[in-house]
C-alpha cells in the first residue's frame, strides 16, 4: 500500500496547477466550470498512474483522458473562441460575465501540466510495465535499429497505396481528429495523410508469444525518410463540434439538426496538438494557415490520438492485465418470477447497472408486447446507441398494434444521427415520434406501460436506455406500478406529446423545469430549519455535476447554518470547498471502473430521511432548460439498498478524492479496513442474488 500512495504523491508533485490560479480561486464563491471540468480529467489520469490498477486498465484510463480532453476542446474550448470574436456589448447581451481569452490563458496553462503527467505516465510507467509484461511497444529508434525489414514489408503489403502527400494550401482541409504527418522542404509543407481505417498498432510479430507493438506512424515516418531524407512530425487537429441550427419556418427541429450535421466535421479548428520538437518556424507555419492564436496551440510528444489505446491488442492469456471479470448479476427477484410486472405490482423494483443484468429491460418490453392486455408503450429517448434491442422491440410492438409513442431528444450531442435514424424508422412503422422542444432538451429517462383497466407500470432511470452503456455507466431504474406516481408520468408524457411547453402540474414527482428547483429548495430548507431549531440537519447528495449559482448558494446557507453536507460529485462541481461559507461542506469524487452516473439526493428530514432517484445533475440547463424527472424512493427495501451504497461511497477510502482546496485532488488515507464502494457494492448485490 505504501507504493500505491507514495506513487501518487508523486503524481501530485509533477502535476502541479500553479499556486497563482490556486490562491486566485481560492476566496471566490464559485470554482470556474472548465476548470474544475479539467480537475476532473486529472482524476481520470490519476487511476492511469495507480501501480495498483491493471495494466490493461492504465491504458483504458490514457485512453479515456485523451477522449475525454478532445470533447472538451470540441465543445468548450471551441465555444470560448466564438466568444472572443464578439464584442464585450454582445458578450453582455448573452450573460456571459467571463474573459474568453483569460480563460483560454488558464485552460492552455492547466491543460499544458495535465499533458506533461499524460507523458510521464506513459513513458515512465505503461511502457516499462508492458515491457515486464513481455510486450515492446517499440519506439521510432527501436523500429528504425531491429525491426526495419519488417516494417518495410508491411508498408508495402498494407500502407503505401493509401498514403497520401499534399501541399499545404488553401484547397487542403485537414479533418477533425485525424493524425498527419507534416515536413517542410524550403518554404513548403507537406501533409502526409493515411486511410481513417488503418489499425493504430500494428504487431510485427504476430507468431511470437510476445507481443512486438509498432505505432502505424512510425512505420510511415521510417520508410518516408527513407524515401525522401525528410523529417516528418504528427499534428492532430479539433475542430468545433457546435451545431449551429438554422431558425428556418416549416422545418421540423429534427430535420434541422440532420441539415447541420454535416457541418460538424468542418467546424473552426479549436487546437493544435502537435509534436514539441518539431522547428518553431513550422509551427508557426501551421498557426497561420489555420487561424489559430497562441492559446489554441497544444504542446506534446510525439504521439497524439491516445483514444486509440482502446483498441490496443492484448496478448493470449493476459487476464492479469484487466480488471477481474464481473459478469452482470441476477435480480434477487426479477430472476425467479414469472412475470416482471406481477412483481413490480406487488413492490417497487430497483435495477443497478451494470452490476444487475439490463436483459431485465428487455424482458418487461417483450413480456409486455406478448400481453394482449397492453395498449401503449410510451418512453423517452436521449441516447440509445447505433444498435438498439429496445428500439427494435419498440418496432415488435408495432407491429402487434400497440401502440407507441416516442420522445426522442435529437439535440444529445455526438447522438444525433442515431436518434434521427431510429426516430425516422419508428415513425415509417406506426409510432407517433416528437422531437426536441426548441428552448429545452429532454433528458429524462422514463417508460410508462399501460394496460387495460387503467393498469399502468413506469421505469424511471438515472441512465440512459442504452445496452452498451448499461455495461460501463453504474445507474439505477426504479420499477413502480404506484397510481399515484404512474398518474404523474402519464401527465408528463401528455405534456411532451403536445409538442409545447404548458404548466403540467407534479406534486409525487420531481419535474424540472417545472417544480423540481422549487422542490429541492424546499428539502434544504427544511434541513437549515432543523438547524435553526437545534436539531441535526444533513444531507447526502450524489450527482456528475454541480454547477448552478443559486443551488450553490442555498448549500453554502445551509452549511452556515450547520447542515452537514456530503457531496458525491463525479466530475464538475464549482461549489469552493474552501469558501469561507463551506465549512460543514465536505467534496468527494469517486473514480473507479464504473463510471458513476446516477443521481440521488438523501435528505435526513429530523430522522425521517427521504431520498429522490432521477435524472438531474444540479447545473443551470438541468433545472431550468431540461425536462427532468426525480422520484421519492417510498419502498423500504429499495431505501435500504441504496443508502448503503452511497454509505459505501461516502467511505470509500480507496478511489475517493477529497477537494480540500479548487483544482486539487487529494487521495483519502486508508484507515485498517480499506472500503472500495465499487467491489464492496458488487459482492453486496452478488450476495442478494
Same mark, same amino acid.
Given at each position: 500500500?505504501?507504493?500505491?500512495?507514495?506513487?501518487?504523491?508523486?503524481?501530485?508533485?509533477?502535476?502541479?496547477?500553479?499556486?497563482?490560479?490556486?490562491?486566485?480561486?481560492?476566496?471566490?464563491?464559485?470554482?470556474?466550470?472548465?476548470?474544475?471540468?479539467?480537475?476532473?480529467?486529472?482524476?481520470?489520469?490519476?487511476?492511469?498512474?495507480?501501480?495498483?490498477? /491493471?495494466?490493461?486498465?492504465?491504458?483504458?484510463?490514457?485512453?479515456?483522458?485523451?477522449?475525454?480532453?478532445?470533447?472538451?476542446?470540441?465543445?468548450?474550448?471551441?465555444?470560448?473562441?466564438?466568444?472572443?470574436?464578439?464584442?464585450?456589448?454582445?458578450?453582455?447581451?448573452?450573460?456571459?460575465?467571463?474573459?474568453?481569452?483569460?480563460?483560454?490563458?488558464?485552460?492552455?496553462?492547466?491543460?499544458?501540466?495535465?499533458?506533461?503527467?499524460?507523458?510521464?505516465?506513459?513513458?515512465?510507467?505503461?511502457?516499462?510495465?508492458?515491457?515486464?509484461?513481455?510486450?515492446?511497444?517499440?519506439?521510432?529508434?527501436?523500429?528504425?535499429?531491429?525491426?526495419?525489414?519488417?516494417?518495410?514489408?508491411?508498408?508495402?503489403?498494407?500502407?503505401?497505396?493509401?498514403?497520401?502527400?499534399?501541399?499545404?494550401?488553401?484547397?487542403?482541409?485537414?479533418?477533425?481528429?485525424?493524425?498527419?504527418?507534416?515536413?517542410?522542404?524550403?518554404?513548403?509543407?507537406?501533409?502526409?495523410?493515411?486511410? %481513417?481505417?488503418?489499425?493504430?498498432?500494428?504487431?510485427?510479430? /504476430?507468431?511470437?508469444?510476445?507481443?512486438?507493438?509498432?505505432?502505424?506512424?512510425?512505420?510511415?515516418?521510417?520508410?518516408?525518410?527513407?524515401?525522401?531524407?525528410?523529417?516528418?512530425?504528427?499534428?492532430?487537429?479539433?475542430?468545433?463540434?457546435?451545431?449551429?441550427?438554422?431558425?428556418?419556418?416549416?422545418?421540423?427541429?429534427?430535420?434541422?439538426?440532420? %441539415?447541420?450535421?454535416?457541418?460538424?466535421?468542418?467546424?473552426?479548428?479549436?487546437?493544435?496538438?502537435?509534436?514539441?520538437?518539431?522547428?518553431?518556424?513550422?509551427?508557426?507555419?501551421?498557426?497561420?494557415?489555420?487561424?489559430?492564436?497562441?492559446?489554441?496551440?497544444?504542446?506534446?510528444?510525439?504521439?497524439?490520438?491516445?483514444?486509440?489505446?482502446?483498441?490496443?491488442?492484448?496478448?493470449?492469456?493476459?487476464?492479469?492485465?484487466?480488471?477481474?471479470?464481473? /459478469?452482470?448479476?441476477?435480480?434477487?427477484?426479477?430472476?425467479?418470477?414469472?412475470?416482471?410486472?406481477?412483481?413490480?405490482?406487488?413492490?417497487?423494483?430497483?435495477?443497478?447497472?451494470?452490476?444487475?443484468?439490463?436483459?431485465?429491460?428487455?424482458?418487461?418490453?417483450?413480456?409486455?408486447?406478448?400481453?394482449?392486455?397492453?395498449?401503449?408503450?410510451?418512453?423517452?429517448?436521449?441516447?440509445?446507441?447505433?444498435?438498439?434491442?429496445?428500439?427494435?422491440?419498440?418496432?415488435?410492438?408495432?407491429?402487434?398494434?400497440?401502440?407507441?409513442?416516442?420522445?426522442?431528444?435529437?439535440?444529445?450531442?455526438?447522438?444525433?444521427?442515431?436518434?434521427?435514424?431510429?426516430?425516422?424508422?419508428?415513425?415509417?412503422?406506426?409510432?407517433?415520434?416528437?422531437?426536441?422542444?426548441?428552448?429545452?432538451?429532454?433528458?429524462?429517462?422514463?417508460?410508462?406501460?399501460?394496460?387495460?383497466?387503467?393498469?399502468?407500470?413506469?421505469?424511471?432511470?438515472?441512465?440512459?436506455?442504452?445496452?452498451?452503456? %448499461?455495461?460501463?455507466? %453504474?445507474?439505477?431504474?426504479?420499477?413502480?406500478?404506484?397510481?399515484?406516481?404512474?398518474?404523474?408520468?402519464?401527465?408528463?408524457?401528455?405534456?411532451?406529446?403536445?409538442?409545447?411547453?404548458?404548466?403540467?402540474?407534479?406534486?409525487?414527482?420531481?419535474?424540472?423545469?417545472?417544480?423540481?428547483?422549487?422542490?429541492?429548495?424546499?428539502?434544504?430548507?427544511?434541513?437549515?430549519?432543523?438547524?435553526?431549531?437545534?436539531?441535526?440537519?444533513?444531507?447526502?447528495?450524489?450527482?456528475?455535476?454541480?454547477?448552478?449559482?443559486?443551488?450553490?448558494?442555498?448549500?453554502?446557507?445551509?452549511?452556515?447554518?450547520?447542515?452537514?453536507?456530503?457531496?458525491?460529485?463525479?466530475?464538475?462541481?464549482?461549489?469552493?470547498?474552501?469558501?469561507?461559507?463551506?465549512?460543514?461542506?465536505?467534496?468527494?469524487?469517486?473514480?473507479?471502473?464504473?463510471?458513476?452516473?446516477?443521481?440521488?439526493?438523501?435528505?435526513?428530514?429530523?430522522?425521517?430521511?427521504?431520498?429522490?432517484?432521477?435524472?438531474?445533475?444540479?447545473?443551470?440547463?438541468?433545472?431550468?432548460?431540461?425536462?427532468?424527472?426525480?422520484?421519492?424512493?417510498?419502498?423500504?427495501?429499495?431505501?435500504?439498498?441504496?443508502?448503503?451504497?452511497?454509505?459505501?461511497?461516502?467511505?470509500?477510502?480507496?478511489?475517493?478524492?477529497?477537494?480540500?482546496?479548487?483544482?486539487?485532488?487529494?487521495?483519502?488515507?486508508?484507515?485498517?479496513?480499506?472500503?472500495?464502494?465499487?467491489?464492496?457494492?458488487?459482492?453486496?448485490?452478488?450476495?442478494?442474488?
Amino acid at each position: 500500500m505504501f507504493l500505491v500512495l507514495n506513487a501518487f504523491v508523486f503524481c501530485a508533485k509533477r502535476y502541479r496547477v500553479t499556486e497563482e490560479l490556486i490562491e486566485e480561486l481560492k476566496g471566490q464563491e464559485f470554482i470556474p466550470r472548465d476548470l474544475s471540468w479539467l480537475a476532473f480529467n486529472h482524476r481520470v489520469l490519476q487511476e492511469a498512474a495507480d501501480p495498483s490498477v /491493471p495494466l490493461y486498465e492504465r491504458i483504458k484510463f490514457l485512453a479515456i483522458f485523451s477522449s475525454n480532453l478532445d470533447e472538451f476542446y470540441r465543445v468548450r474550448v471551441a465555444s470560448y473562441r466564438t466568444l472572443r470574436g464578439l464584442k464585450k456589448k454582445e458578450r453582455v447581451s448573452l450573460n456571459v460575465d467571463v474573459k474568453p481569452n483569460r480563460r483560454l490563458k488558464q485552460i492552455r496553462k492547466v491543460v499544458h501540466g495535465l499533458q506533461h503527467e499524460f507523458g510521464r505516465i506513459f513513458r515512465s510507467q505503461i511502457i516499462p510495465g508492458l515491457a515486464d509484461q513481455g510486450i515492446q511497444l517499440l519506439s521510432y529508434d527501436d523500429l528504425k535499429h531491429d525491426l526495419a525489414d519488417d516494417a518495410f514489408d508491411y508498408f508495402q503489403r498494407a500502407l503505401q497505396s493509401g498514403v497520401e502527400v499534399k501541399s499545404l494550401s488553401e484547397d487542403l482541409f485537414l479533418e477533425n481528429h485525424k493524425i498527419y504527418l507534416v515536413s517542410k522542404v524550403n518554404d513548403r509543407m507537406k501533409i502526409l495523410s493515411w486511410p %481513417a481505417a488503418q489499425d493504430r498498432f500494428v504487431v510485427l510479430n /504476430p507468431k511470437n508469444e510476445f507481443l512486438t507493438v509498432a505505432f502505424v506512424e512510425d512505420i510511415i515516418r521510417l520508410c518516408q525518410r527513407h524515401l525522401t531524407s525528410e523529417e516528418w512530425y504528427a499534428i492532430k487537429l479539433s475542430r468545433d463540434a457546435e451545431l449551429f441550427v438554422e431558425e428556418e419556418q416549416g422545418t421540423s427541429i429534427a430535420e434541422k439538426v440532420k %441539415a447541420s450535421l454535416a457541418n460538424r466535421d468542418i467546424g473552426l479548428p479549436s487546437r493544435l496538438l502537435y509534436d514539441q520538437s518539431m522547428p518553431e518556424n513550422w509551427l508557426t507555419t501551421l498557426k497561420q494557415y489555420l487561424n489559430l492564436s497562441k492559446y489554441d496551440l497544444i504542446p506534446g510528444a510525439r504521439y497524439h490520438h491516445f483514444s486509440d489505446f482502446f483498441t490496443f491488442p492484448l496478448p493470449p492469456n493476459a487476464h492479469h492485465m484487466k480488471d477481474p471479470a464481473w /459478469p452482470p448479476l441476477a435480480h434477487p427477484t426479477l430472476e425467479k418470477v414469472d412475470s416482471v410486472w406481477d412483481a413490480v405490482q406487488s413492490e417497487d423494483q430497483l435495477l443497478s447497472f451494470p452490476y444487475q443484468k439490463f436483459d431485465y429491460l428487455l424482458r418487461l418490453l417483450k413480456e409486455s408486447i406478448a400481453d394482449d392486455r397492453t395498449h401503449s408503450i410510451q418512453m423517452t429517448i436521449y441516447r440509445t446507441g447505433q444498435k438498439s434491442p429496445v428500439v427494435n422491440a419498440l418496432l415488435e410492438a408495432l407491429d402487434k398494434g400497440i401502440k407507441v409513442f416516442v420522445f426522442i431528444e435529437v439535440k444529445a450531442r455526438f447522438d444525433e444521427r442515431p436518434n434521427i435514424f431510429w426516430g425516422e424508422e419508428l415513425e415509417k412503422n406506426g409510432a407517433e415520434v416528437r422531437y426536441s422542444f426548441d428552448d429545452l432538451k429532454v433528458h429524462t429517462k422514463c417508460l410508462l406501460i399501460e394496460r387495460q383497466g387503467n393498469k399502468r407500470l413506469a421505469w424511471i432511470g438515472t441512465g440512459n436506455f442504452n445496452h452498451k452503456t %448499461a455495461r460501463t455507466y %453504474a445507474d439505477h431504474a426504479m420499477l413502480s406500478c404506484k397510481s399515484e406516481l404512474t398518474s404523474e408520468l402519464k401527465l408528463l408524457f401528455l405534456e411532451l406529446r403536445r409538442g409545447q411547453r404548458g404548466n403540467p402540474q407534479f406534486d409525487q414527482l420531481w419535474v424540472a423545469p417545472y417544480n423540481l428547483r422549487h422542490k429541492i429548495n424546499e428539502s434544504i430548507e427544511k434541513e437549515i430549519k432543523l438547524c435553526k431549531t437545534g436539531k441535526q440537519g444533513w444531507m447526502v447528495l450524489k450527482m456528475n455535476n454541480l454547477e448552478d449559482k443559486e443551488l450553490i448558494r442555498k448549500l453554502y446557507q445551509a452549511s452556515v447554518e450547520g447542515v452537514q453536507i456530503t457531496l458525491l460529485v463525479r466530475g464538475i462541481c464549482c461549489l469552493n470547498p474552501e469558501h469561507s461559507d463551506a465549512k460543514n461542506i465536505r467534496v468527494l469524487s469517486l473514480i473507479d471502473r464504473y463510471l458513476e452516473h446516477a443521481r440521488i439526493y438523501l435528505f435526513g428530514n429530523g430522522g425521517k430521511e427521504e431520498m429522490y432517484l432521477g435524472s438531474a445533475d444540479w447545473m443551470t440547463r438541468n433545472m431550468d432548460r431540461r425536462v427532468e424527472v426525480v422520484s421519492r424512493v417510498h419502498s423500504n427495501k429499495i431505501f435500504r439498498e441504496v443508502r448503503h451504497l452511497l454509505s459505501l461511497q461516502a467511505r470509500d477510502n480507496v478511489k475517493n478524492r477529497q477537494q480540500h482546496r479548487p483544482l486539487q485532488n487529494t487521495r483519502l488515507e486508508i484507515e485498517e479496513i480499506p472500503i472500495r464502494a465499487q467491489s464492496d457494492f458488487h459482492s453486496f448485490l452478488e450476495q442478494k442474488s
